[in-house]
């Protein structure tokens, strides 16, 4: 692969005032290959700006190639920094090169295009003014989310622009926010930019607008940057329910944009310098870098997943028609649009799902996000009954019905009886063995575990469960569902519980034995909390059900025995009670609790890893990014257990390196 | 009573004329008298009826968007033409729940003496409904309308014609249609009961009647800058339909007083229509530019005279009255699209001799014409490329790029820049420069790269509307479509095409050469205008023939070309007021030639440079 190299491609215009420089950040890529400021950009820019400082210049148009304005740093050179000093003074590279772009002597335009992070943003605060244009969907400081913060001279310039609770939000607030992004639409209405522009002819409207400047200067006002302790204090007690003081970086971003309240610029980007540097070698900061590179490239790759052409998908089946069952039957009615049969054992039943996913639709019909026709064909799309005849010609059934091995093979028998030899038979268990579901079906190898995750339409992953029969058509298939209903598969070998239930359920486990010995439910809460996990266990207990939660633990019991305890005090809650059945061991504190979690984690992952469920440590952290919406800065969990050394304590070695030394089990 | 007061023949047409004014004032009122009216003299008869049935329509439904429906139900009778209010005032008061009484109208009348006011659009248009009625033909349907009326026997109804007894059928029958409307107009007003049987009598009017044709107008054009097709070129790696779209969209900025829900159509031409230039181009670039989905358009394709085809359809739609403003032009990516790209040629062409192998490589054609007309050496055919090229170069100098050519950001392997100048300029052409240019076409040939239009990209778009339209709109008009031809010649000579195109429109449009005062042609090949010129009887030095260079000069982009012709054409009579008629011509492969007649109808001179 040719080596990608980011250049600013500086062109002479002439105009009716005097000759504009035109300047290009193109990497000479796709879109699909956004510009980033890597070293020899900012040689590259280094160069244009000479050219800048000593020309004729009435204006300067920063702009992007085609889609993408610039998408900030270059995050693989974050992962080679090794010192303080080296993390220094890439800040410090970009304030120079920033601020000269800032001291320009003639009007200075950003032309936002399209997708605009990181110091993409930073590039376009530092010139006199911004257009935007309507197409842009991608306008953000993403650093906080990734434990870093916005070090070339963001963090200092956004307060200088926009309303201070703005500057929290935008800064700290969006990317904490599962790394929200604005519009250019919102980006224009915030202030952020001068003019919104529409994407066709953006550029000579942007040119003209430049050239607006030249003839008479934006008048601007200042924002009151004395109310900028305020928002900083609001957005701190925000954080704080948030992360619980887990991660530093959106905490040293408030600091730095209280600061620029008083900083002189220079003071502020000084500032920026000294906190990136403490920032970026932190576990925190390689630990998101790592776990942004498993949800934005590795786990889109398909690692293990055979390269056979998917079968084409026309009709599905869907067994059951409960909470779970109407949520699927929805996604797939949505991303595929092909006519979906329900079954269950009562008409009302189906009706039931029926009525609330005509109702959804309307619903989202009414918010224009179909038209009244599309809604009302793709309503028309389900049927349903109580028979398993309407199945014959789908090319795929999932099941969703009870969690019992018995009823679930007899679905699969009375599924295999009417569809084709061909047809896909997909479970959606959370823990019970998918090889033992498909052992007495005339065709095991088609059959294969997609277990989604609650909320449906919100958790975007899918452990793709292969069992020893499944065979290569069957999972290309299933990966390719995946990917077209818009979710990320993550491979998995047919064992108890896969990976995210096994976790939770081990992790609750600890949490079960700290409430039996006589912890409270806020201890353990919160000991699970410091670490940064988006959820009260309390919380994701109730949403998951006590009855689900101690069935899987119950089958990991079965399983592995001793690593998971029954709890008494589970199992009473899957009952209906409340009561908290007192067992053995002493109450711990919070701090003990958190780590008996950990250990427990790092002992888990290392069992997983040993048995081969999952390849590589990367997969364990990609599910739970993704299907626990385990933080970032967590790196999933591993980069957190080896990083802090809980890993060697407990299992002896890393799982970085427990993963890799084993060979993959699939094929 | 009032019914006894007769009115003769002349009377009818005095009080009419009296009364119509009056008439118009009421209508102002319901907005529908500027469009019924606006137009100055020529009909528009299904438009402006169908718009009254409308407003008829809403004032039924919703009484109080019709102030003429405020009141209880008037009972006062009678006309009296020669009351205060005048003859349209008492038509106002006819009975039937018209609220326009003596109160409100003398109301009325002060509102339209104050001075601030502008004249309504019906003091304008007495005049032209006087002479239409004086000179007009029998329109049938006015005395369709007159029957009705007359058969209803209602009073109040006949609108403006006093009562049904004192008016004869013949004489309602050389109504205009422009009475006729205003008949119903009127009767719009009044209630469900009294004006149903006069809009019955309007829906018939408005249903397939015959109907003069209208005059269709040159309104602006513009262009992209041609650049040269291929890698190097300025537009490689900008897509065709963007470039369009590019067009369309200045267009419109400078023409704002379009609204773009008026726009009728959107006609763009394009010889090879695949690829960025596939997808039914009209209707493509007019979504890509964010004109409303309800306007619609298509694709043409007579190669060269693509963009002339696209004007001439529109003017088509423009005259039958299924529009009022065309949008039209062409877009050709020669970069993208190689000429004869993806086109299977029928073998029965060489089987059958239908055409000469040299008809398909547009070079050799030109070669052709050097045999066709052994009097015009390559020395001549050089020495026009001199002249196209010197000329080209003043026009940049000039006004008339300035004013045609829009500049264009487009992204290069250089990052963007900005496309606006022709790529083919070569102001410092000499003879001895181009006589030892290669001949590729044949050896010893005569057609070289210097004395014919290179390979181009570029898009071309104007707008063209209806000459009332125009005047609605408070548009600029420039030209009038005199006439326009297309002919066809044999295929291996394509070249000679413009001579019958231009002696048919000429024999067409009655007029002479001589009174032509400016000829735009396109320039393929120097020995291409060359033919021309002899066959026409035009010196080829003869000033009024591309005063600003042509497409030796500037690139040709196939179905583009036309419009530049045109917007050129239309800067030149700006430049020369005194000049009437002009002519843009062009040749069209497989043998056909189109030629365009105009008049000079522009009010804003520019002054030569």
Same mark, same amino acid.
């Given at each position: 692969m040719a080596e990608v190299v980011t250049e600013f491609k500086l062109v002479r215009v002439e105009s009716r005032l005097g000759p504009v420089a035109l300047v290009t950040i193109d990497n000479s890529a796709d879109h699909m290959k956004p510009s980033v400021f890597e070293r020899r950009a900012f040689e590259s820019m280094d160069r244009a700006l000479a050219e800048l400082e000593e020309g004729d210049w009435v204006a300067a148009v920063f702009t992007g190639k085609p889609y993408v304005f610039a998408a900030g740093a270059d995050m693989q050179e974050f992962t080679r920094l090794r010192s303080r000093e080296e993390a220094i003074a890439g800040s410090r590279a970009g304030h120079d090169l920033f601020g000269r772009v800032r001291a320009l002597p003639f009007p200075t335009l950003a032309a936002v295009n399209g997708a605009c992070l990181g110091g993409g943003v930073e590039l376009a605060l530092h010139c006199d003014a911004r257009t935007i244009s309507s197409a842009v969907r991608h306008f953000a400081l993403p650093e906080c989310f990734l434990g870093i913060i916005p070090a070339w001279g963001g963090t200092q310039l956004v307060p200088r622009l926009v309303d201070a609770r703005t500057a929290v939000r935008f800064v700290v607030q969006n990317p904490m926010r599962q790394n929200r992004m604005l519009t250019g639409t919102e980006a224009q209405d915030l202030g952020f930019a001068d003019a919104l522009l529409e994407p066709a002819e953006f550029l000579d409207e942007s040119i003209a607008f430049a050239l607006g400047l030249v003839e008479s200067p934006l008048e601007r006002v200042a924002p009151d940057l004395s109310l900028l302790a305020d928002a900083v204090r609001r957005g701190r007690a925000q954080l704080d329910g948030a992360v619980h003081g887990a991660?530093?970086?959106?905490?040293?971003?408030?600091?730095?944009?209280?600061?620029?309240? %008083?900083?002189?610029?220079?003071? !502020?980007?000084?500032?920026?310098? &000294?906190?990136?540097?403490?920032?970026?070698?932190?576990?925190?900061?390689?630990?998101?870098?790592?776990?942004?590179?498993?949800?934005?490239?590795?786990?889109?790759?398909?690692?293990?997943?055979?390269? &056979?052409?998917?079968?084409? *998908?026309?009709?599905?089946?869907?067994?059951?028609?409960?909470?779970?069952? %109407?949520?699927?039957? %929805?996604?797939?009615?949505?991303?595929?649009?092909?006519? *979906?049969?329900?079954?269950?054992?009562?008409?009302? *039943?189906?009706? #039931?799902?029926?009525?609330? *996913?005509?109702?959804?639709?309307? !619903? &989202?019909?009414?918010?224009?996000?179909? #038209? &009244?026709?599309?809604?009302?064909?793709?309503?028309?799309?389900?049927?349903?009954? #109580?028979?398993?005849?309407?199945?014959?010609?789908c090319d795929l059934v999932l099941e969703a019905v009870f969690e019992d091995l018995a009823v679930k093979k007899e679905v699969f028998a009375e599924a295999e009886r009417v569809v084709s030899p061909e047809c896909i038979l997909a479970t959606n268990t959370s823990s019970l063995s998918v090889t033992e579901m498909g052992a007495d079906l005339r065709r095991p190898e088609r059959v294969v575990g997609m277990h989604f995750f609650n909320p449906v339409a919100l958790m975007p992953l899918v452990e793709l469960v292969r069992t020893p029969e499944t065979d290569d058509p069957t999972l290309a298939t299933a990966w390719d569902i995946t990917q077209r209903l818009r979710k990320r598969g993550v491979l998995v070998q047919d064992a108890p519980a896969f990976v995210v239930n096994r976790v939770l359920t081990r992790m609750t486990s600890v949490l079960m034995g700290a409430l039996e010995a006589g912890n409270t439910v806020e201890e353990t809460d919160e000991a699970v909390l410091r670490l940064g996990l988006p959820m009260a266990p309390s919380v994701l207990l109730q949403m998951v059900g006590p009855r689900v939660a101690n069935h899987v633990l119950e089958t990991l019991h079965e399983a592995y025995g001793e690593r998971f305890p029954l709890s008494a005090t589970l199992a009473g809650f899957a009952m209906g009670s409340e009561e908290i059945v007192a067992g053995k061991g002493r109450r711990r504190s919070v701090e003990e609790i958190k780590a008996a979690v950990l250990e427990a984690t790092a002992d888990e992952c290392a069992h997983m890893l040993d048995e081969g469920v999952v390849a590589e440590a990367a997969d364990i952290d990609t599910c739970l990014l993704l299907g626990a919406g385990w933080p970032f800065f967590l790196g999933g969990i591993t980069k957190h257990l080896d990083a802090s050394g809980i890993s060697e304590r407990v299992v002896g070695r890393t799982l970085a390196r427990a993963g890799a030394a084993l060979p993959s089990l699939d094929g | 009573m009032q019914d006894e007061h007769r009115v003769g023949d002349g009377d009818v047409l005095e009080v009419l004329v009296t009364g119509l004014e009056r008439l118009e004032h009421g209508l102002d009122r319901l907005d529908v008298a500027e469009r019924i009216l606006g137009c100055d003299h020529r009909e528009r008869i299904p438009d402006v009826g169908r718009e009254v049935l409308t407003r008829a329509?809403?004032?039924? $439904?919703?009484?109080?968007?019709?102030?003429?429906?405020?009141?209880?139900?008037?009972?006062?009778?009678?006309?009296?033409?020669?009351? /205060? /209010?005048?003859?349209?005032? =008492?038509?106002?008061?006819?009975?039937?729940?018209?609220?326009?009484?003596?109160?409100?109208?003398?109301?009325?009348?002060?509102?339209?003496?104050?001075?601030?006011?502008?004249?309504?659009?019906?003091?304008?248009?007495?005049?032209?409904a006087l002479a239409v009625t004086r000179r007009g033909p029998v329109e049938p349907s006015g005395g369709l309308?007159?029957?009705?009326?007359?058969?209803?026997?209602?009073?109040?109804?006949?609108?403006?014609?006093?009562?049904?007894?004192?008016?004869?059928?013949?004489?309602?029958?050389?109504?205009?249609?422009?009475?006729?409307?205003?008949?119903?107009?009127? =009767?719009?007003?009044?209630?469900?009961?009294?004006?149903?049987?006069?809009?019955? =009598?309007?829906?018939?009017?408005?249903?397939?009647?015959?109907?003069?044709?209208?005059?269709?107008?040159?309104?602006?054009?513009?262009?992209?800058?041609?650049?040269?097709?291929?890698?190097?070129?300025?537009?490689?790696?900008?897509?065709?339909? +963007?470039?369009?779209?590019?067009?369309?969209?200045?267009?419109?900025?400078?023409?704002? $007083?379009?609204?773009?829900?008026?726009?009728?159509?959107?006609?763009?031409?394009?010889?090879?229509?695949?690829?960025?230039?596939?997808?039914?181009?009209?209707? +493509?670039?007019?979504?890509? =530019?964010?004109?409303?989905?309800?306007?619609?358009?298509?694709?043409? +394709?007579?190669?060269?005279?693509?963009?002339?085809?696209?004007?001439?359809?529109?003017?088509?739609?423009?005259?039958?009255?299924?529009?009022?403003?065309?949008?039209?032009g062409g877009v050709e990516h020669m970069g993208h699209h190689p000429m004869g790209e993806n086109v299977d040629f029928n073998p029965r062409f060489v089987a059958e001799r239908l055409v000469d192998t040299s008809a398909v490589t547009m070079g050799a054609t030109a070669e052709n014409l050097h045999d066709l007309y052994p009097g015009i050496t390559k020395e001549d055919a050089d020495a026009f490329a001199v002249r196209s090229q010197s000329r080209a170069a003043t026009a940049w100098e000039n006004g008339v790029m300035r004013e045609t050519v829009v500049p264009m950001s487009v992204f290069t392997d250089d990052g963007w820049r900005v496309a606006d100048r022709d790529e083919f300029l070569r102001p410092d052409t000499t003879l001895e420069g181009l006589a030892g240019l290669r001949t590729p076409f044949r050896p010893g040939g005569r057609v070289t790269a210097g004395n014919s239009a290179g390979l181009t990209d570029g898009a071309t778009a104007c707008f063209l509307a209806a000459e009332e339209t125009v005047a609605e709109l408070g548009l600029e008009p420039r030209m009038r479509l005199v006439g326009f031809a297309f002919s066809g010649v044999e295929p291996e000579v394509m070249g000679i095409g413009p001579i019958p195109a231009t002696q048919k429109v000429l024999a067409r449009t009655g007029l002479s050469l001589d009174d032509i005062g400016l000829f735009e042609l396109n320039e393929p090949f120097a020995v291409q205008v060359l033919t021309w010129c002899e066959g026409m009887g035009v010196d080829p030095q003869d000033e009024r023939l591309n005063p600003y260079g042509g497409a030796i000069a500037c690139g040709h982009p196939l179905a583009a070309t036309g419009v530049r012709l045109m917007a050129q054409l239309a800067y030149g009579f700006r430049e020369r007021p005194e000049v009437r008629y002009g002519l843009t011509a062009l040749c069209v492969g497989m043998g056909m030639g189109a030629a365009l007649v105009w008049e000079n109808v522009g009010s804003d001179p520019v002054k030569a440079a």
């Amino acid at each position: 692969m040719a080596e990608v190299v980011t250049e600013f491609k500086l062109v002479r215009v002439e105009s009716r005032l005097g000759p504009v420089a035109l300047v290009t950040i193109d990497n000479s890529a796709d879109h699909m290959k956004p510009s980033v400021f890597e070293r020899r950009a900012f040689e590259s820019m280094d160069r244009a700006l000479a050219e800048l400082e000593e020309g004729d210049w009435v204006a300067a148009v920063f702009t992007g190639k085609p889609y993408v304005f610039a998408a900030g740093a270059d995050m693989q050179e974050f992962t080679r920094l090794r010192s303080r000093e080296e993390a220094i003074a890439g800040s410090r590279a970009g304030h120079d090169l920033f601020g000269r772009v800032r001291a320009l002597p003639f009007p200075t335009l950003a032309a936002v295009n399209g997708a605009c992070l990181g110091g993409g943003v930073e590039l376009a605060l530092h010139c006199d003014a911004r257009t935007i244009s309507s197409a842009v969907r991608h306008f953000a400081l993403p650093e906080c989310f990734l434990g870093i913060i916005p070090a070339w001279g963001g963090t200092q310039l956004v307060p200088r622009l926009v309303d201070a609770r703005t500057a929290v939000r935008f800064v700290v607030q969006n990317p904490m926010r599962q790394n929200r992004m604005l519009t250019g639409t919102e980006a224009q209405d915030l202030g952020f930019a001068d003019a919104l522009l529409e994407p066709a002819e953006f550029l000579d409207e942007s040119i003209a607008f430049a050239l607006g400047l030249v003839e008479s200067p934006l008048e601007r006002v200042a924002p009151d940057l004395s109310l900028l302790a305020d928002a900083v204090r609001r957005g701190r007690a925000q954080l704080d329910g948030a992360v619980h003081g887990a991660a530093p970086a959106p905490y040293r971003a408030l600091d730095l944009l209280e600061g620029a309240a %008083t900083w002189s610029i220079e003071e !502020g980007v000084r500032q920026e310098e &000294e906190a990136v540097a403490d920032l970026i070698l932190g576990p925190q900061a390689q630990a998101s870098l790592y776990a942004f590179d498993l949800v934005e490239r590795r786990a889109k790759r398909g690692v293990g997943i055979p390269q &056979e052409q998917p079968r084409r *998908i026309a009709k599905v089946g869907i067994v059951g028609a409960g909470l779970m069952a %109407t949520q699927l039957a %929805t996604l797939f009615l949505r991303r595929l649009e092909v006519p *979906i049969v329900l079954r269950d054992v009562r008409e009302e *039943i189906v009706e #039931t799902a029926r009525a609330s *996913i005509a109702e959804e639709l309307a !619903g &989202e019909a009414a918010r224009g996000r179909y #038209t &009244e026709g599309k809604a009302r064909f793709l309503a028309g799309l389900v049927s349903g009954g #109580t028979d398993y005849d309407s199945f014959a010609g789908c090319d795929l059934v999932l099941e969703a019905v009870f969690e019992d091995l018995a009823v679930k093979k007899e679905v699969f028998a009375e599924a295999e009886r009417v569809v084709s030899p061909e047809c896909i038979l997909a479970t959606n268990t959370s823990s019970l063995s998918v090889t033992e579901m498909g052992a007495d079906l005339r065709r095991p190898e088609r059959v294969v575990g997609m277990h989604f995750f609650n909320p449906v339409a919100l958790m975007p992953l899918v452990e793709l469960v292969r069992t020893p029969e499944t065979d290569d058509p069957t999972l290309a298939t299933a990966w390719d569902i995946t990917q077209r209903l818009r979710k990320r598969g993550v491979l998995v070998q047919d064992a108890p519980a896969f990976v995210v239930n096994r976790v939770l359920t081990r992790m609750t486990s600890v949490l079960m034995g700290a409430l039996e010995a006589g912890n409270t439910v806020e201890e353990t809460d919160e000991a699970v909390l410091r670490l940064g996990l988006p959820m009260a266990p309390s919380v994701l207990l109730q949403m998951v059900g006590p009855r689900v939660a101690n069935h899987v633990l119950e089958t990991l019991h079965e399983a592995y025995g001793e690593r998971f305890p029954l709890s008494a005090t589970l199992a009473g809650f899957a009952m209906g009670s409340e009561e908290i059945v007192a067992g053995k061991g002493r109450r711990r504190s919070v701090e003990e609790i958190k780590a008996a979690v950990l250990e427990a984690t790092a002992d888990e992952c290392a069992h997983m890893l040993d048995e081969g469920v999952v390849a590589e440590a990367a997969d364990i952290d990609t599910c739970l990014l993704l299907g626990a919406g385990w933080p970032f800065f967590l790196g999933g969990i591993t980069k957190h257990l080896d990083a802090s050394g809980i890993s060697e304590r407990v299992v002896g070695r890393t799982l970085a390196r427990a993963g890799a030394a084993l060979p993959s089990l699939d094929g | 009573m009032q019914d006894e007061h007769r009115v003769g023949d002349g009377d009818v047409l005095e009080v009419l004329v009296t009364g119509l004014e009056r008439l118009e004032h009421g209508l102002d009122r319901l907005d529908v008298a500027e469009r019924i009216l606006g137009c100055d003299h020529r009909e528009r008869i299904p438009d402006v009826g169908r718009e009254v049935l409308t407003r008829a329509q809403a004032v039924r $439904e919703y009484p109080s968007l019709g102030p003429a429906l405020e009141g209880e139900q008037r009972q006062a009778g009678g006309v009296a033409p020669d009351r /205060g /209010g005048g003859f349209g005032g =008492a038509l106002l008061q006819r009975p039937g729940g018209l609220a326009l009484g003596t109160l409100p109208i003398a109301r009325e009348e002060a509102r339209l003496q104050r001075p601030d006011r502008p004249p309504p659009a019906a003091r304008r248009c007495v005049g032209p409904a006087l002479a239409v009625t004086r000179r007009g033909p029998v329109e049938p349907s006015g005395g369709l309308l007159g029957a009705t009326l007359h058969q209803q026997g209602q009073a109040g109804a006949s609108g403006g014609v006093a009562h049904p007894g004192q008016l004869a059928l013949p004489r309602i029958g050389v109504l205009s249609a422009r009475q006729a409307r205003l008949a119903v107009a009127v =009767a719009s007003l009044l209630p469900p009961r009294m004006c149903a049987p006069v809009l019955h =009598a309007a829906t018939i009017l408005t249903r397939g009647m015959a109907r003069e044709l209208r005059e269709v107008i040159y309104v602006d054009g513009v262009r992209t800058a041609f650049g040269k097709a291929g890698p190097g070129g300025a537009f490689w790696r900008t897509r065709a339909d +963007d470039m369009g779209v590019k067009v369309v969209r200045e267009l419109l900025r400078r023409n704002p $007083e379009v609204p773009l829900d008026r726009i009728g159509d959107v006609i763009v031409a394009a010889t090879a229509q695949v690829g960025d230039q596939g997808l039914t181009l009209g209707r +493509d670039v007019a979504l890509l =530019a964010g004109i409303p989905h309800s306007v619609p358009g298509f694709a043409v +394709d007579r190669m060269c005279a693509g963009a002339l085809t696209a004007v001439t359809a529109g003017a088509g739609e423009i005259a039958m009255g299924a529009a009022d403003v065309i949008l039209a032009g062409g877009v050709e990516h020669m970069g993208h699209h190689p000429m004869g790209e993806n086109v299977d040629f029928n073998p029965r062409f060489v089987a059958e001799r239908l055409v000469d192998t040299s008809a398909v490589t547009m070079g050799a054609t030109a070669e052709n014409l050097h045999d066709l007309y052994p009097g015009i050496t390559k020395e001549d055919a050089d020495a026009f490329a001199v002249r196209s090229q010197s000329r080209a170069a003043t026009a940049w100098e000039n006004g008339v790029m300035r004013e045609t050519v829009v500049p264009m950001s487009v992204f290069t392997d250089d990052g963007w820049r900005v496309a606006d100048r022709d790529e083919f300029l070569r102001p410092d052409t000499t003879l001895e420069g181009l006589a030892g240019l290669r001949t590729p076409f044949r050896p010893g040939g005569r057609v070289t790269a210097g004395n014919s239009a290179g390979l181009t990209d570029g898009a071309t778009a104007c707008f063209l509307a209806a000459e009332e339209t125009v005047a609605e709109l408070g548009l600029e008009p420039r030209m009038r479509l005199v006439g326009f031809a297309f002919s066809g010649v044999e295929p291996e000579v394509m070249g000679i095409g413009p001579i019958p195109a231009t002696q048919k429109v000429l024999a067409r449009t009655g007029l002479s050469l001589d009174d032509i005062g400016l000829f735009e042609l396109n320039e393929p090949f120097a020995v291409q205008v060359l033919t021309w010129c002899e066959g026409m009887g035009v010196d080829p030095q003869d000033e009024r023939l591309n005063p600003y260079g042509g497409a030796i000069a500037c690139g040709h982009p196939l179905a583009a070309t036309g419009v530049r012709l045109m917007a050129q054409l239309a800067y030149g009579f700006r430049e020369r007021p005194e000049v009437r008629y002009g002519l843009t011509a062009l040749c069209v492969g497989m043998g056909m030639g189109a030629a365009l007649v105009w008049e000079n109808v522009g009010s804003d001179p520019v002054k030569a440079a």
